[in-house]
């Protein structure tokens, strides 16, 4: 019988109960705003009003700033979008897709920061302002500061020549491969550098901080002026000794 001659039978398939397959898929977790600056104060108890209150005072500065704040047990402040807590892997994603992160100087602040590849800015708690039971964040900051893997924030007016360099050069304040915890990393290696740096035998002189600034400070004016005599002159557009005013 030809396939042509085949009798038509009809299946009600509503009498049987057909499984659904749908494929396995993990949802793709896309942050639904994108922030210019990241601020995480993490979930101590203690309130951390004066780096919120700095946060504030910038962004009165730059309404241009887009920015979301992960204030915790902090009051939420004006000119960004707030909120007590969210989930880890959200907050994540927030960092991911910032300009900028600041963080409290905790070293799971820290370190989820460059599980993303932000280098954060990161501020420590300290205990004569109530934010904090004691001081250990100062020199875990500077030892961060040191390695390379955060860049310390001291002050209002220091914040604010960090946002504004951060902001103007993104780039730098992203690693080419993010922060991985490994075993070598060890606590005893963190208190021995720790005392080190407490003991004075590390100087912050040579921090990271200076080395990215170095690489976003512009070539001098002097210096480019020079270079661009000598093309124009290689080039014969200009008499010697008569190059164009800048």
């Given at each position: ?14 009498k ?32 951390f ?30 000119h ?21 992160v ?49 860049v ?6 220091d914040l604010?020549?960090?946002l ?7 780039s ?75």
């Amino acid at each position: 019988m030809s396939i042509q001659n085949f009798p038509h039978v009809s299946v009600d398939t509503s009498k049987f109960d057909l499984p659904v397959f749908t494929p396995a898929v993990a949802p793709v977790r896309i942050p639904t705003k994108t922030y210019d600056l990241v601020v995480s104060l993490g979930t101590d108890v203690h309130t951390f009003d004066r780096l919120l209150r700095w946060v504030e005072a910038y962004l009165e500065a730059h309404p241009e700033v887009t920015c979301l704040v992960q204030h915790g047990h902090t009051a939420p402040i004006k000119h960004a979008d707030n909120l007590k807590l969210l989930p880890a892997s959200e907050l994540l994603d927030y960092y991911a897709t910032a300009r900028v992160v600041l963080v409290q100087g905790g070293p799971g602040s820290i370190q989820d920061a460059r599980r993303t590849g932000a280098l954060p800015l990161a501020v420590p708690r300290r205990a004569e302002f109530d934010e904090v039971v004691d001081n250990h964040q100062v020199p875990f900051t500077a030892l961060m500061e040191k390695r390379g893997h955060a860049v310390v924030v001291e002050s209002r007016e220091d914040l604010f020549a960090k946002l504004d360099l951060a902001l103007a050069n993104p780039s730098l304040f992203r690693t080419a491969e993010p922060y991985v915890s490994t075993p070598e990393i060890s606590a005893a290696q963190l208190g021995e550098e720790l005392q080190d740096l407490l003991a004075g035998k590390t100087h912050r002189k040579d921090s990271f901080w200076g080395r990215l600034k170095q690489a976003a400070r512009p070539a001098p004016k002097v210096f480019l002026l020079s270079k661009l005599s000598i093309l124009v002159m290689r080039c014969g557009r200009c008499p010697a000794g008569r190059f164009p005013h800048f």
